[in-house]
DNA sequence: TAGTGGTCTAGACCACAGA
DNA sequence: CTGTGGTCTAGACCACTAC
Protein backbone atom coordinates (compact mmCIF):
# COMPACT_ATOMS: atom_id res chain seq x y z
CA UNK A 1 0.00 0.00 0.00
CA UNK A 2 1.62 2.79 -0.96
CA UNK A 3 1.46 6.43 0.76
CA UNK A 4 -0.30 9.30 -0.26
CA UNK A 5 -3.29 7.24 -1.52
CA UNK A 6 -6.77 7.06 0.07
CA UNK A 7 -6.82 2.82 0.39
CA UNK A 8 -10.19 2.84 -1.87
CA UNK A 9 -8.60 4.68 -4.73
CA UNK A 10 -5.44 2.32 -4.10
CA UNK A 11 -7.75 -0.85 -4.79
CA UNK A 12 -9.88 0.85 -7.79
CA UNK A 13 -6.54 1.17 -9.49
CA UNK A 14 -5.74 -2.27 -8.57
CA UNK A 15 -8.94 -3.98 -10.19
CA UNK A 16 -8.77 -1.66 -12.64
CA UNK A 17 -5.43 -2.86 -13.72
CA UNK A 18 -7.01 -6.47 -13.47
CA UNK A 19 -9.59 -5.62 -15.12
CA UNK A 20 -7.36 -4.08 -18.29
CA UNK A 21 -5.12 -7.26 -18.29
CA UNK A 22 -8.05 -9.52 -18.49
CA UNK A 23 -7.08 -11.22 -15.02
CA UNK A 24 -10.74 -11.90 -14.52
CA UNK A 25 -13.03 -13.67 -17.56
CA UNK A 26 -15.34 -11.02 -18.98
CA UNK A 27 -18.35 -13.70 -19.22
CA UNK A 28 -18.89 -13.71 -15.20
CA UNK A 29 -18.53 -11.82 -12.22
CA UNK A 30 -15.74 -10.79 -11.09
CA UNK A 31 -15.55 -12.05 -7.18
CA UNK A 32 -17.60 -10.35 -4.40
CA UNK A 33 -17.50 -7.28 -2.45
CA UNK A 34 -17.22 -9.77 0.70
CA UNK A 35 -14.24 -11.91 -1.05
CA UNK A 36 -12.37 -9.11 -2.13
CA UNK A 37 -13.06 -7.01 1.01
CA UNK A 38 -11.32 -10.28 2.54
CA UNK A 39 -8.46 -10.04 0.12
CA UNK A 40 -7.32 -6.43 0.61
CA UNK A 41 -8.04 -6.57 3.77
CA UNK A 42 -10.64 -3.78 4.34
CA UNK A 43 -13.80 -3.04 5.06
CA UNK A 44 -16.99 -4.07 3.13
CA UNK A 45 -17.77 -0.11 2.94
CA UNK A 46 -14.25 0.68 1.42
CA UNK A 47 -14.58 -2.02 -1.25
CA UNK A 48 -18.19 -0.78 -2.53
CA UNK A 49 -16.51 2.45 -2.58
CA UNK A 50 -13.52 1.36 -4.79
CA UNK A 51 -15.77 -0.67 -6.76
CA UNK A 52 -17.96 2.57 -7.62
CA UNK A 53 -15.34 4.34 -8.58
CA UNK A 54 -14.97 1.83 -11.61
CA UNK A 55 -18.85 2.42 -12.05
CA UNK A 56 -18.72 5.17 -12.89
CA UNK A 57 -15.55 5.18 -14.99
CA UNK A 58 -18.06 2.76 -16.98
CA UNK A 59 -15.83 -0.02 -16.18
CA UNK A 60 -18.18 -2.42 -14.06
CA UNK A 61 -21.55 -2.45 -13.19
CA UNK A 62 -23.35 -4.17 -10.31
CA UNK A 63 -26.57 -5.74 -10.06
CA UNK A 64 -28.29 -6.89 -6.63
CA UNK A 65 -28.57 -10.50 -6.32
CA UNK A 66 -26.38 -11.21 -9.04
CA UNK A 67 -22.85 -9.77 -9.06
CA UNK A 68 -20.50 -7.33 -10.44
CA UNK A 69 -19.88 -7.53 -14.01
CA UNK A 70 -17.31 -6.12 -16.47
CA UNK A 71 -18.87 -4.17 -19.33
CA UNK A 72 -17.18 -5.48 -22.33
CA UNK A 73 -17.19 -2.69 -24.53
CA UNK A 74 -15.27 -0.69 -22.10
CA UNK A 75 -12.47 -3.52 -23.13
CA UNK A 76 -12.45 -3.12 -26.97
CA UNK A 77 -10.99 0.51 -26.75
CA UNK A 78 -13.68 2.65 -28.36
CA UNK A 79 -15.60 3.75 -25.27
CA UNK A 80 -13.23 5.43 -22.92
CA UNK A 81 -14.39 7.78 -19.95
CA UNK A 82 -11.81 10.32 -21.90
CA UNK A 83 -13.32 13.64 -22.27
CA UNK A 84 -15.54 14.21 -19.71
CA UNK A 85 -14.34 12.30 -16.61
CA UNK A 86 -11.24 14.51 -16.28
CA UNK A 87 -11.07 18.53 -16.43
CA UNK A 88 -7.80 18.66 -17.95
CA UNK A 89 -6.92 20.43 -20.83
CA UNK A 90 -6.01 20.01 -24.42
CA UNK A 91 -2.41 19.14 -23.70
CA UNK A 92 -2.95 15.94 -21.54
CA UNK A 93 -6.06 14.24 -23.99
CA UNK A 94 -4.25 14.25 -26.68
CA UNK A 95 -0.53 12.79 -24.45
CA UNK A 96 2.32 11.47 -26.27
CA UNK A 97 1.23 13.41 -29.94
CA UNK A 98 3.57 16.19 -31.03
CA UNK A 99 0.66 19.09 -29.76
CA UNK A 100 1.43 22.83 -30.26
CA UNK A 101 -0.24 26.06 -29.39
CA UNK A 102 0.36 29.46 -30.85
CA UNK A 103 -0.54 32.14 -28.97
CA UNK A 104 -2.41 34.49 -31.99
CA UNK A 105 -3.70 37.24 -29.16
CA UNK A 106 -2.74 37.58 -25.81
CA UNK A 107 -3.35 41.24 -23.60
CA UNK A 108 -5.36 42.17 -20.46
CA UNK A 109 -8.84 43.55 -20.98
CA UNK A 110 -11.84 44.56 -18.83
CA UNK A 111 -14.67 42.35 -19.38
CA UNK A 112 -17.74 42.72 -21.36
CA UNK A 113 -21.32 41.46 -19.42
CA UNK A 114 -21.48 37.66 -20.54
CA UNK A 115 -17.93 37.39 -18.99
CA UNK A 116 -18.69 38.99 -15.94
CA UNK A 117 -21.98 36.86 -15.71
CA UNK A 118 -20.16 33.66 -16.78
CA UNK A 119 -16.88 34.06 -13.89
CA UNK A 120 -18.85 36.24 -11.51
CA UNK A 121 -16.76 39.29 -11.82
CA UNK A 122 -17.47 42.71 -12.08
CA UNK A 123 -16.33 45.38 -14.87
CA UNK A 124 -13.80 46.58 -13.01
CA UNK A 125 -11.72 42.90 -12.50
CA UNK A 126 -8.70 42.69 -15.21
CA UNK A 127 -8.75 39.48 -17.18
CA UNK A 128 -6.71 37.78 -19.82
CA UNK A 129 -8.20 37.46 -22.62
CA UNK A 130 -6.38 34.97 -25.06
CA UNK A 131 -6.74 33.28 -28.45
CA UNK A 132 -4.62 30.31 -29.27
CA UNK A 133 -4.46 28.05 -32.18
CA UNK A 134 -4.01 24.58 -31.21
CA UNK A 135 -2.06 22.43 -33.65
CA UNK A 136 -1.54 18.10 -33.43
CA UNK A 137 1.78 17.61 -35.86
CA UNK A 138 1.16 20.36 -38.49
CA UNK A 139 -2.72 20.31 -38.81
CA UNK A 140 -5.12 22.70 -36.82
CA UNK A 141 -7.55 21.15 -33.93
CA UNK A 142 -8.98 23.70 -32.48
CA UNK A 143 -9.34 27.58 -32.02
CA UNK A 144 -9.56 28.45 -28.22
CA UNK A 145 -10.68 31.61 -26.64
CA UNK A 146 -9.88 31.65 -23.00
CA UNK A 147 -10.93 34.48 -20.50
CA UNK A 148 -9.16 34.36 -17.01
CA UNK A 149 -9.31 36.80 -14.26
CA UNK A 150 -5.69 37.86 -13.35
CA UNK A 151 -5.65 38.28 -9.81
CA UNK A 152 -6.63 34.46 -9.55
CA UNK A 153 -3.99 32.92 -12.10
CA UNK A 154 -0.94 35.45 -11.55
CA UNK A 155 2.07 35.22 -14.27
CA UNK A 156 0.47 33.98 -16.86
CA UNK A 157 3.31 34.30 -20.17
CA UNK A 158 3.65 33.62 -23.64
CA UNK A 159 5.66 30.26 -23.01
CA UNK A 160 2.78 28.97 -20.31
CA UNK A 161 0.08 29.65 -23.12
CA UNK A 162 2.61 27.53 -25.38
CA UNK A 163 2.74 24.79 -23.42
CA UNK A 164 0.14 23.97 -20.66
CA UNK A 165 -1.95 26.21 -18.44
CA UNK A 166 -3.55 23.41 -16.46
CA UNK A 167 -0.15 22.11 -15.57
CA UNK A 168 0.86 26.00 -14.45
CA UNK A 169 -2.45 26.41 -12.40
CA UNK A 170 -1.76 22.95 -10.68
CA UNK A 171 1.49 22.73 -10.32
CA UNK A 172 2.79 25.89 -10.02
CA UNK A 173 0.08 28.24 -8.37
CA UNK A 174 -1.47 24.66 -6.19
CA UNK A 175 -4.97 25.47 -7.44
CA UNK A 176 -7.01 22.78 -7.51
CA UNK A 177 -9.91 22.17 -9.90
CA UNK A 178 -12.76 21.07 -8.62
CA UNK A 179 -15.41 20.99 -11.44
CA UNK A 180 -16.17 22.14 -14.63
CA UNK A 181 -19.62 22.90 -16.70
CA UNK A 182 -19.70 22.46 -20.43
CA UNK A 183 -22.17 23.75 -23.59
CA UNK A 184 -21.55 21.65 -26.87
CA UNK A 185 -23.01 22.92 -29.88
CA UNK A 186 -22.77 23.23 -33.79
CA UNK A 187 -22.24 26.43 -35.61
CA UNK A 188 -21.22 27.73 -38.94
CA UNK A 189 -17.76 28.57 -39.54
CA UNK A 190 -16.59 32.43 -38.90
CA UNK A 191 -14.09 34.34 -40.86
CA UNK A 192 -11.52 33.62 -38.09
CA UNK A 193 -12.50 29.74 -37.18
CA UNK A 194 -11.59 29.47 -41.41
CA UNK A 195 -8.56 31.44 -41.45
CA UNK A 196 -6.87 29.57 -38.53
CA UNK A 197 -8.69 26.00 -38.54
CA UNK A 198 -8.28 26.33 -42.44
CA UNK A 199 -11.28 24.92 -42.85
CA UNK A 200 -14.21 25.85 -46.05
CA UNK A 201 -17.25 27.70 -45.24
CA UNK A 202 -19.50 25.27 -45.55
CA UNK A 203 -17.60 23.02 -43.26
CA UNK A 204 -19.49 22.77 -39.64
CA UNK A 205 -17.52 24.05 -36.42
CA UNK A 206 -18.37 22.26 -32.75
CA UNK A 207 -17.90 24.56 -30.40
CA UNK A 208 -17.50 23.75 -26.58
CA UNK A 209 -18.28 26.42 -24.13
CA UNK A 210 -16.89 25.87 -20.37
CA UNK A 211 -16.99 26.75 -17.33
CA UNK A 212 -14.48 25.98 -14.81
CA UNK A 213 -14.18 26.11 -11.49
CA UNK A 214 -11.26 26.05 -8.59
CA UNK A 215 -11.94 24.06 -5.08
CA UNK A 216 -12.66 27.60 -3.66
CA UNK A 217 -16.09 27.69 -5.59
CA UNK A 218 -14.79 30.87 -7.92
CA UNK A 219 -14.95 30.89 -11.43
CA UNK A 220 -11.21 30.58 -13.23
CA UNK A 221 -11.67 30.00 -16.37
CA UNK A 222 -14.53 30.97 -19.47
CA UNK A 223 -13.67 29.49 -22.79
CA UNK A 224 -15.05 29.07 -25.93
CA UNK A 225 -12.99 25.90 -28.06
CA UNK A 226 -14.07 25.92 -31.55
CA UNK A 227 -13.26 22.70 -33.46
CA UNK A 228 -12.82 21.24 -36.76
CA UNK A 229 -15.94 18.72 -36.99
CA UNK A 230 -13.84 16.03 -38.85
CA UNK A 231 -11.47 15.90 -35.74
CA UNK A 232 -13.41 16.33 -32.77
CA UNK A 233 -15.40 13.72 -30.77
CA UNK A 234 -17.09 14.73 -27.38
CA UNK A 235 -18.11 11.06 -25.14
CA UNK A 236 -19.91 10.70 -22.47
CA UNK A 237 -21.13 8.24 -20.26
CA UNK A 238 -23.95 8.20 -17.91
CA UNK A 239 -24.54 5.88 -14.86
CA UNK A 240 -27.77 5.37 -13.32
CA UNK A 241 -27.74 6.11 -9.88
CA UNK A 242 -29.28 4.24 -6.91
CA UNK B 1 -40.01 9.63 5.72
CA UNK B 2 -42.41 8.27 2.69
CA UNK B 3 -42.42 4.83 2.23
CA UNK B 4 -39.95 3.65 -1.15
CA UNK B 5 -37.41 5.34 -0.90
CA UNK B 6 -34.17 5.54 0.72
CA UNK B 7 -32.96 7.79 3.45
CA UNK B 8 -30.33 9.52 1.61
CA UNK B 9 -32.35 10.64 -1.35
CA UNK B 10 -35.34 11.80 0.69
CA UNK B 11 -33.04 13.82 2.45
CA UNK B 12 -30.82 15.15 -0.56
CA UNK B 13 -34.56 15.89 -2.16
CA UNK B 14 -34.99 17.95 0.73
CA UNK B 15 -32.26 19.60 0.87
CA UNK B 16 -32.10 20.01 -2.52
CA UNK B 17 -35.53 22.27 -2.33
CA UNK B 18 -34.30 24.12 0.58
CA UNK B 19 -31.50 25.44 -1.58
CA UNK B 20 -33.76 26.15 -4.42
CA UNK B 21 -36.25 28.12 -2.54
CA UNK B 22 -33.13 30.15 -1.20
CA UNK B 23 -34.03 28.60 2.35
CA UNK B 24 -29.77 28.60 2.98
CA UNK B 25 -27.87 32.31 2.87
CA UNK B 26 -25.91 32.07 -0.95
CA UNK B 27 -22.65 33.30 0.84
CA UNK B 28 -22.39 30.78 3.23
CA UNK B 29 -21.79 26.88 4.22
CA UNK B 30 -24.68 25.59 4.84
CA UNK B 31 -25.22 23.55 8.10
CA UNK B 32 -22.29 21.52 9.01
CA UNK B 33 -22.72 17.15 8.00
CA UNK B 34 -22.79 16.85 11.99
CA UNK B 35 -25.48 19.34 12.59
CA UNK B 36 -27.51 18.10 9.49
CA UNK B 37 -27.38 14.60 10.60
CA UNK B 38 -28.88 15.42 13.85
CA UNK B 39 -31.67 17.25 12.24
CA UNK B 40 -32.53 14.34 10.03
CA UNK B 41 -31.99 12.01 12.60
CA UNK B 42 -29.39 9.72 10.37
CA UNK B 43 -25.99 8.83 10.67
CA UNK B 44 -22.99 11.11 9.21
CA UNK B 45 -22.16 8.51 6.57
CA UNK B 46 -25.27 8.69 5.48
CA UNK B 47 -25.73 12.51 5.36
CA UNK B 48 -22.50 12.48 3.45
CA UNK B 49 -24.41 10.46 1.18
CA UNK B 50 -27.08 12.54 0.42
CA UNK B 51 -24.81 15.61 0.15
CA UNK B 52 -22.64 13.64 -2.47
CA UNK B 53 -25.84 13.61 -4.53
CA UNK B 54 -25.98 17.01 -4.80
CA UNK B 55 -22.07 17.52 -5.27
CA UNK B 56 -22.65 15.74 -8.35
CA UNK B 57 -25.66 17.28 -9.70
CA UNK B 58 -23.35 20.40 -9.29
CA UNK B 59 -25.72 21.90 -6.87
CA UNK B 60 -23.47 22.20 -3.97
CA UNK B 61 -19.22 21.90 -3.09
CA UNK B 62 -17.37 20.95 -0.39
CA UNK B 63 -14.18 22.25 1.34
CA UNK B 64 -11.94 20.14 4.30
CA UNK B 65 -11.74 22.35 6.35
CA UNK B 66 -14.25 25.29 5.54
CA UNK B 67 -17.54 23.75 4.61
CA UNK B 68 -20.37 22.91 2.39
CA UNK B 69 -21.29 25.68 -0.07
CA UNK B 70 -23.86 26.46 -2.78
CA UNK B 71 -22.52 26.56 -6.42
CA UNK B 72 -24.38 30.42 -6.91
CA UNK B 73 -24.44 29.73 -10.84
CA UNK B 74 -26.60 26.62 -10.06
CA UNK B 75 -29.35 28.72 -8.65
CA UNK B 76 -29.27 31.09 -12.10
CA UNK B 77 -30.43 28.67 -14.04
CA UNK B 78 -28.55 28.07 -17.00
CA UNK B 79 -25.91 25.18 -16.39
CA UNK B 80 -28.72 22.63 -14.51
CA UNK B 81 -27.65 19.14 -14.92
CA UNK B 82 -30.73 18.37 -17.40
CA UNK B 83 -29.03 16.47 -20.40
CA UNK B 84 -26.39 13.85 -19.02
CA UNK B 85 -27.45 13.40 -15.36
CA UNK B 86 -30.89 11.53 -16.65
CA UNK B 87 -30.77 8.70 -18.87
CA UNK B 88 -34.23 9.68 -20.52
CA UNK B 89 -36.08 9.92 -23.96
CA UNK B 90 -36.26 13.17 -26.00
CA UNK B 91 -40.24 13.40 -24.09
CA UNK B 92 -39.22 14.02 -20.46
CA UNK B 93 -36.73 16.37 -21.66
CA UNK B 94 -39.28 18.50 -23.07
CA UNK B 95 -41.83 18.05 -20.81
CA UNK B 96 -44.46 20.52 -20.64
CA UNK B 97 -43.92 21.48 -24.28
CA UNK B 98 -46.23 20.05 -27.42
CA UNK B 99 -43.92 17.34 -28.20
CA UNK B 100 -44.93 15.01 -31.38
CA UNK B 101 -43.37 12.49 -32.91
CA UNK B 102 -43.95 11.20 -36.34
CA UNK B 103 -42.67 8.24 -37.88
CA UNK B 104 -40.94 7.49 -41.10
CA UNK B 105 -40.15 4.13 -41.45
CA UNK B 106 -40.58 1.18 -39.11
CA UNK B 107 -39.64 -2.16 -40.10
CA UNK B 108 -37.65 -5.17 -38.46
CA UNK B 109 -34.86 -5.98 -40.41
CA UNK B 110 -31.49 -7.82 -39.76
CA UNK B 111 -28.59 -5.86 -38.26
CA UNK B 112 -25.14 -5.21 -40.54
CA UNK B 113 -21.60 -5.42 -39.11
CA UNK B 114 -21.99 -1.53 -37.37
CA UNK B 115 -25.39 -2.21 -35.39
CA UNK B 116 -23.68 -5.96 -34.79
CA UNK B 117 -20.82 -4.33 -32.87
CA UNK B 118 -22.73 -2.08 -31.09
CA UNK B 119 -25.58 -4.25 -29.53
CA UNK B 120 -23.17 -7.28 -29.77
CA UNK B 121 -25.92 -8.76 -31.47
CA UNK B 122 -25.27 -11.34 -34.67
CA UNK B 123 -26.29 -11.06 -38.03
CA UNK B 124 -29.05 -13.10 -37.14
CA UNK B 125 -30.94 -11.27 -34.11
CA UNK B 126 -33.86 -9.38 -35.86
CA UNK B 127 -34.12 -5.96 -34.93
CA UNK B 128 -36.56 -3.30 -35.24
CA UNK B 129 -35.18 -0.11 -37.77
CA UNK B 130 -36.77 2.89 -36.53
CA UNK B 131 -36.48 6.48 -38.30
CA UNK B 132 -38.60 9.04 -36.60
CA UNK B 133 -39.03 12.58 -36.51
CA UNK B 134 -39.26 14.16 -33.23
CA UNK B 135 -41.49 18.36 -33.59
CA UNK B 136 -42.30 20.64 -30.76
CA UNK B 137 -45.19 22.56 -31.98
CA UNK B 138 -44.40 22.56 -35.57
CA UNK B 139 -41.27 22.63 -35.38
CA UNK B 140 -38.32 19.74 -36.44
CA UNK B 141 -36.07 19.48 -33.48
CA UNK B 142 -33.85 16.25 -34.16
CA UNK B 143 -34.35 12.95 -36.77
CA UNK B 144 -34.03 9.86 -34.75
CA UNK B 145 -32.50 6.83 -36.21
CA UNK B 146 -33.26 3.65 -33.72
CA UNK B 147 -32.22 -0.11 -33.92
CA UNK B 148 -33.26 -2.41 -30.72
CA UNK B 149 -33.39 -6.04 -30.14
CA UNK B 150 -36.34 -7.22 -31.24
CA UNK B 151 -36.27 -10.03 -28.96
CA UNK B 152 -35.24 -7.42 -25.79
CA UNK B 153 -38.33 -4.72 -26.81
CA UNK B 154 -41.19 -7.20 -27.50
CA UNK B 155 -44.33 -5.83 -28.29
CA UNK B 156 -43.06 -2.41 -30.13
CA UNK B 157 -46.34 -0.73 -31.86
CA UNK B 158 -46.71 2.70 -33.67
CA UNK B 159 -48.26 4.29 -30.86
CA UNK B 160 -45.37 3.29 -28.53
CA UNK B 161 -42.74 5.10 -30.79
CA UNK B 162 -45.31 8.02 -31.54
CA UNK B 163 -44.62 8.68 -27.41
CA UNK B 164 -42.39 7.61 -25.37
CA UNK B 165 -40.45 4.15 -25.55
CA UNK B 166 -38.31 4.96 -22.55
CA UNK B 167 -41.76 4.90 -20.58
CA UNK B 168 -42.59 2.16 -22.28
CA UNK B 169 -39.56 -0.01 -21.48
CA UNK B 170 -39.46 1.21 -18.04
CA UNK B 171 -43.27 0.96 -17.34
CA UNK B 172 -44.95 -1.93 -19.55
CA UNK B 173 -41.98 -3.84 -19.74
CA UNK B 174 -40.84 -3.58 -16.66
CA UNK B 175 -36.62 -3.01 -17.69
CA UNK B 176 -34.46 -0.97 -15.94
CA UNK B 177 -31.58 1.21 -17.47
CA UNK B 178 -28.01 1.52 -16.52
CA UNK B 179 -25.95 3.46 -18.56
CA UNK B 180 -25.35 4.89 -21.30
CA UNK B 181 -22.47 6.13 -24.04
CA UNK B 182 -22.79 8.98 -25.72
CA UNK B 183 -20.48 10.27 -28.72
CA UNK B 184 -21.38 14.02 -29.80
CA UNK B 185 -19.79 15.53 -33.09
CA UNK B 186 -21.05 17.90 -35.70
CA UNK B 187 -21.73 17.14 -39.22
CA UNK B 188 -23.00 18.36 -42.93
CA UNK B 189 -26.49 17.88 -43.27
CA UNK B 190 -27.89 14.89 -45.52
CA UNK B 191 -30.66 15.18 -48.09
CA UNK B 192 -33.07 13.32 -45.19
CA UNK B 193 -31.42 15.73 -42.84
CA UNK B 194 -32.64 18.46 -45.06
CA UNK B 195 -36.00 17.23 -45.98
CA UNK B 196 -36.78 16.39 -42.24
CA UNK B 197 -35.62 19.20 -40.61
CA UNK B 198 -36.13 21.90 -43.06
CA UNK B 199 -32.70 23.04 -43.35
CA UNK B 200 -30.38 24.04 -45.45
CA UNK B 201 -27.14 22.96 -47.14
CA UNK B 202 -24.94 25.00 -45.40
CA UNK B 203 -26.69 24.43 -42.15
CA UNK B 204 -25.13 22.00 -39.97
CA UNK B 205 -25.85 19.67 -38.12
CA UNK B 206 -25.08 18.11 -34.18
CA UNK B 207 -25.10 14.33 -34.19
CA UNK B 208 -25.49 12.38 -30.87
CA UNK B 209 -24.71 8.80 -31.29
CA UNK B 210 -25.65 6.48 -28.43
CA UNK B 211 -25.60 3.16 -27.02
CA UNK B 212 -27.73 2.49 -23.90
CA UNK B 213 -27.51 -0.60 -21.70
CA UNK B 214 -30.06 -2.35 -19.41
CA UNK B 215 -29.30 -3.26 -15.85
CA UNK B 216 -28.53 -6.47 -17.05
CA UNK B 217 -25.65 -5.27 -19.00
CA UNK B 218 -27.11 -6.14 -22.36
CA UNK B 219 -27.45 -2.93 -24.96
CA UNK B 220 -31.24 -2.47 -25.68
CA UNK B 221 -30.64 0.80 -28.49
CA UNK B 222 -27.96 2.08 -30.60
CA UNK B 223 -29.25 5.63 -32.15
CA UNK B 224 -28.14 8.34 -34.32
CA UNK B 225 -29.82 11.43 -33.51
CA UNK B 226 -29.37 14.71 -35.45
CA UNK B 227 -30.29 17.47 -34.20
CA UNK B 228 -30.86 20.95 -35.93
CA UNK B 229 -27.55 23.47 -34.76
CA UNK B 230 -29.68 26.09 -34.13
CA UNK B 231 -31.77 24.06 -31.97
CA UNK B 232 -30.10 21.75 -29.64
CA UNK B 233 -26.77 22.12 -26.82
CA UNK B 234 -25.46 19.39 -24.80
CA UNK B 235 -24.87 20.28 -21.51
CA UNK B 236 -22.01 18.45 -19.15
CA UNK B 237 -21.07 18.65 -15.60
CA UNK B 238 -18.18 17.40 -14.34
CA UNK B 239 -17.15 17.09 -10.62
CA UNK B 240 -13.56 15.91 -9.73
CA UNK B 241 -13.27 13.17 -7.35
CA UNK B 242 -11.70 12.58 -4.80
C1' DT C 1 -7.86 24.33 19.95
C1' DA C 2 -12.22 23.70 17.75
C1' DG C 3 -14.68 22.80 13.70
C1' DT C 4 -14.97 21.29 9.04
C1' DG C 5 -15.16 17.42 5.60
C1' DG C 6 -12.67 12.68 4.06
C1' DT C 7 -11.75 7.96 5.12
C1' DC C 8 -12.32 3.61 7.30
C1' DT C 9 -14.30 0.06 10.27
C1' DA C 10 -17.38 -3.91 11.93
C1' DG C 11 -21.58 -5.07 11.94
C1' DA C 12 -26.63 -4.88 11.03
C1' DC C 13 -30.73 -5.29 8.18
C1' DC C 14 -32.86 -5.23 3.62
C1' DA C 15 -34.07 -6.40 -1.47
C1' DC C 16 -33.32 -9.40 -5.00
C1' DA C 17 -32.06 -13.72 -7.55
C1' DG C 18 -31.29 -18.63 -8.14
C1' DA C 19 -31.30 -23.41 -6.52
C1' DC D 1 -32.02 -21.37 1.70
C1' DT D 2 -27.63 -18.98 0.46
C1' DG D 3 -25.27 -15.43 -1.80
C1' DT D 4 -25.33 -11.16 -4.03
C1' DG D 5 -25.26 -5.99 -3.75
C1' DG D 6 -27.71 -1.61 -1.29
C1' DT D 7 -28.41 0.94 2.85
C1' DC D 8 -27.59 2.50 7.41
C1' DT D 9 -25.32 2.93 11.88
C1' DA D 10 -22.03 4.67 15.66
C1' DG D 11 -17.83 5.59 16.23
C1' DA D 12 -12.86 6.25 15.14
C1' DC D 13 -8.96 8.68 13.16
C1' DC D 14 -7.09 11.93 9.80
C1' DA D 15 -6.27 16.42 7.00
C1' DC D 16 -7.20 20.90 6.59
C1' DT D 17 -8.61 25.69 8.17
C1' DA D 18 -9.31 29.39 11.20
C1' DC D 19 -8.76 31.53 15.55
Redesign the pocket.
Known sequence: MPQNQ????YIAEEIRNRILNHQYPENQ??P????LAKEF??????M??ALEVLVLEGLLY???????FIIKSALRGEQLPIYNQEVSGFTKLLNGKNVQSEVIHFEVIFPDETVQAKLNITSETPIYDILRIRMVGDEPYVLEHTFMPVTLIPGMTQTVLENSVYRYIQEELGLRIASSYKQIRADKPSELDQKYLLCKAEDPIIEVEQTVYLNSGTAFEYSLSRHRYDKFVFKVINVVR?
Do not use: L, P
Not at 41 to 46: D, G, I, Q, W
Not at 62 to 68: A, I, L
Open positions: TKYSAISEVSSCSRMTKKRKRGHGTG
